[in-house]
């Protein structure tokens, strides 16, 4: 099944400070989805709203500092039972995230987009945490005319 | 093989001249890398050169307005024998925009960067259609240790 895969190194950022960003709603808030709410707890659900529908992403696990595994229980048909997940190590002064989107049934245009868009929010998720300011939805930057 | 894939949508501007920013020399340093020299016709070989080493394509196929494929002779081991491909379509007001790296051997973390990479590069085309000013090499946004 065709994956989509990323890479961004956080400068001057700890794996702790990283892990933070993508298990606290205020975390993730601040890059991805202003409006999230939920659980961010493993076993939890957290919900993520979009100007344009939302995803719910159930918590599989939560490793501190080093990885966060997400499952898509409910949001778009394609999304469905794909699962998201983060590995964080640190390298110099960087914190490395590998980045990966498992699971799609078939490469469709839709996962095409989808991997452009994770690239901007990883963009967003690394602004955020080297200069305070991130570019989570509403404020993200549209890439085309799927937003 | 896992494959890279994109989409952008280039607002207010035609296929025609979004396939001019893939197949002219001027076009290509204006968002991807500003050393770019070489033939762009089918058959040519275009060397792109960058802070940190290059890569030279040869031109597979340039249908106007429609579609380029790129193979990769010369670069990183990785990207050797990969090919490079672009699908133009217009949809509203929007020039659509469907890129693929595809051929690579192993999901490697490199191939995560190159990812991540690319979508960056893709913002940029985008950006220099829409504004006149992209952010090639070597004023390209960097994202991580590997730039």
């Keep these: 099944m065709p994956d989509i895969i990323h890479r961004i190194g956080v400068e001057n950022a700890t794996p ?4 933070t ?21 493993t076993g939890g659900v957290i919900e993520f709203r979009f ?5 719910d992403m159930k918590v599989l696990a939560a490793d501190p500092a080093r990885h966060v595994r997400w499952e898509v229980v409910a ?10 997940s983060w590995h964080l ?3 110099g002064d960087y914190t490395i995230v ?17 991997s452009t868009k994770w690239a901007v929010f990883l963009v967003s998720l690394k602004q955020l945490l080297e200069t305070g300011e ?11 005319d799927w937003h």
């Design 51 to 55: 100007r344009v529908g939302g995803f």
């Design 21 to 41: 960003a993508l298990t606290t709603l205020d975390g993730l808030a601040g890059w991805w989805a202003e409006k999230t709410t939920g659980s961010t707890d």
């Design 134 to 144: 991130g570019a989570p939805d509403p404020r993200d930057l549209p890439i085309s």
């Design 16 to 19: 702790e400070q990283v892990y």
């Design 98 to 114: 590998l980045f990966a989107h498992e699971g799609w049934r078939e490469p469709v245009e839709f996962m095409s987009h989808c």
């Design 89 to 91: 190590r640190q390298e």
């Design 75 to 84: 949001g778009p048909d394609e999304w469905l039972g794909t699962t998201v």
